[in-house]
């Protein structure tokens, strides 16, 4: 039977994902499911499914600090909304609990300071979660992406602080050596500049995660999901930082169907865990609104403020482990945690339910909240005036920047280049290119546009399916200029030649007829340079 429970575990994963996908639902969902399934069955328990689950985040945090911009994390709008978040949140959750208990909710024991930790714990909202869903519609770059991942990371710095005071043990003495880590990056970024890009490049990114980021972490006393997450930081400003990112995304994918699978394996909680569970549920559109709400207060635009609202309503799997803190100092009972977990997995599903296409909730939710005065908006809200721009190329990476200085040196007039990489704008600002910072696939970006006076539009944005969604927006627009394009795949191109892109440019293609017509060039006979 022990040689068989891998396989039954291996079973209902895919079984029940693959279910979930039938119903058109996230395969977490299935993944959940799974969990409760073989926690309520008589099948042995399998421990590595939890040491995958927790390596699973860890390498999650990791690539969440490769893609942090520290400047981010300390804007009003950031700030203002953790905390403000926090404190309501927390004060809300607290008094539904104890609300419960008045009405005679049994779970099981709980002291004051035990009512206080939960409404703490249930004010977080999930990385594992929003960031998942982020990347599936490409938005971790974009203005509200930005705000919920700056959000999320505030939070989980509050709760690793937390379970530090709470458990009365203080970091080791020798953690101060952590500090040589800052020097250490440059070292170790060169190793990445060697390293191939390849396997060797995702072996190093897992170590950098797991080694002196996770483990020296928790040897020094700290926790080390936030050792992760620092590690992932530093080596947020290197050039590899987003090829690095690329090469963790399907096993980070693999990792955390254990962190999945282990929230329902404690098998099914009580009666009393169910009606909690059932209850906090209900409080779902009312942590979507008041998120929406601070949000809106930093001067958002409506649609970013649902957005943000919206993407962070689950509950947070870092709440399971304030709850267990809490449990091993006697301030709740055991079964707290599991009615807790019921909560996180529903929360879970409907979160990705919800967001899995919400374009009409969005809508409606937009429509209901006030207006206000271009001038009182975030200056990233701001209105864009493109007049005078005759050229706009969305997407300043190699193919971008070779374009754009190609039309400059053959004397093009009003180039414009957009892109959401904050770090590139400003150096190729600095460069005395007219370059602005946003995220032409997201709706905010089309709805700032007071007018489009461009005549030409360079799709040139590297990422699969991006080109596709601009020029979705292209088409919704006024524009009706002529759209060129680059492509790395042939159903791409294919799928824009046939809406009408007047040229559309396979990258390979074009570096295989550059390579032909180079060699061509060479005089026969004579020993080839380097091109």
């Given amino acids: 039977m022990a040689g068989l429970t891998p396989a039954i575990y291996l079973c209902a994963v895919v079984v029940l994902g693959f279910a979930a996908t039938l119903l058109r639902l996230p395969p977490l969902v299935g993944f959940l499911a799974a969990g409760f399934l073989l926690g309520a069955s008589h099948v042995p328990s399998l421990d590595f499914v939890h040491v995958l689950g927790e390596l699973g985040v860890a390498v999650l945090l990791f690539m969440i600090g490769l893609k942090v911009d520290l400047r981010i994390l300390a804007r009003r709008e950031v700030v203002g909304t953790a905390l403000g978040a926090m404190v309501a949140l927390s004060a809300m959750g607290s008094a539904l609990i104890a609300g419960l208990l008045l009405l005679g909710l049994r779970v099981g024991p709980i002291t004051p300071a035990g009512v206080l930790i939960l409404g703490f714990a249930l004010s ?12 599936e519609r490409d938005d971790l770059s974009s203005l509200y992406g930005r705000i919920a991942v700056g959000v999320l990371v505030l939070q989980d710095i509050a709760a690793v602080l937390y379970m530090t005071v709470v458990s009365g043990e203080m970091p080791s003495p020798w953690a101060v050596v952590l500090v040589g880590l800052w020097p250490a990056r440059r070292v170790l970024g060169r190793v990445l500049d060697r390293i191939d890009h390849r396997e060797m490049r995702t072996l190093f990114g897992i170590s950098m995660a797991l080694l002196p980021g996770y483990l020296l972490f928790s040897l020094l006393g700290i926790d080390g999901d936030l050792g992760a997450l620092v590690v992932g930081v530093l080596f947020a400003s290197h050039p590899a930082a987003k090829e690095l990112s690329s090469a963790l995304f399907t096993i ?23 009606l909690l569970a059932g209850v906090l549920l209900l409080l779902l559109p009312l ?165 489009v006076h461009a005549t030409k539009a360079v799709l040139a944005m590297p990422e699969p399916g991006a080109n596709l969604h601009v020029l979705d927006w292209l088409e919704r627009s006024k524009f009706d200029g002529q759209v060129l394009a680059i492509s790395q795949f042939d159903d ?29 060039s060479l005089p026969r006979g004579v020993p080839t340079q380097e091109a």
């Fill in 492 to 520: 791409e191109a294919q799928a824009m030649r046939e809406r009408g892109v007047d040229a559309v440019v396979n990258i390979f293609d074009s570096v295989g007829t550059a390579l032909a017509e180079f060699i061509e």
């Fill in 124 to 135: 977080f909202s999930s990385t594992v979660i929003v960031v998942k869903l982020l990347e």
């Fill in 252 to 274: 980070k994918e693999l990792l955390l169907i254990g962190f999945f699978l282990s929230i329902g394996l404690g098998g099914i909680p009580g009666a009393g865990a169910f």
């Fill in 287 to 451: 942590r979507a609104v008041i998120y929406t709400g601070l949000v809106r207060v930093f001067g958002m635009r409506r649609r970013t403020s649902v957005l943000t609202g919206i993407s962070l309503t689950a509950y947070s799997e870092f709440a399971l482990i304030v709850v267990a803190v809490a449990a091993e100092h006697a301030l709740v009972g055991r079964e707290w945690t599991a009615a807790i977990s019921l909560a996180l997995a529903m929360s879970f599903i409907a979160s990705s339910v919800v967001n899995r296409h919400p374009a009409r909730l969005v809508q409606r939710m937009t429509d209901r909240l006030p207006s206000r005065l271009d001038s009182q908006l975030h200056p990233e809200e701001q209105p864009l005036d493109l007049t005078g721009v005759r050229t706009v190329i969305f997407g300043m990476g190699r193919v971008g920047r070779a374009t754009y200085q190609r039309l400059i040196d053959d004397g093009e007039q009003g180039v414009l280049g957009i892109d959401s990489d904050t770090t590139k704008v400003e150096e190729l600002s600095r460069r005395g290119w007219r370059v602005i910072e946003a995220d032409a696939t997201d709706q905010s970006f089309w709805d700032k546009l007071d007018a």
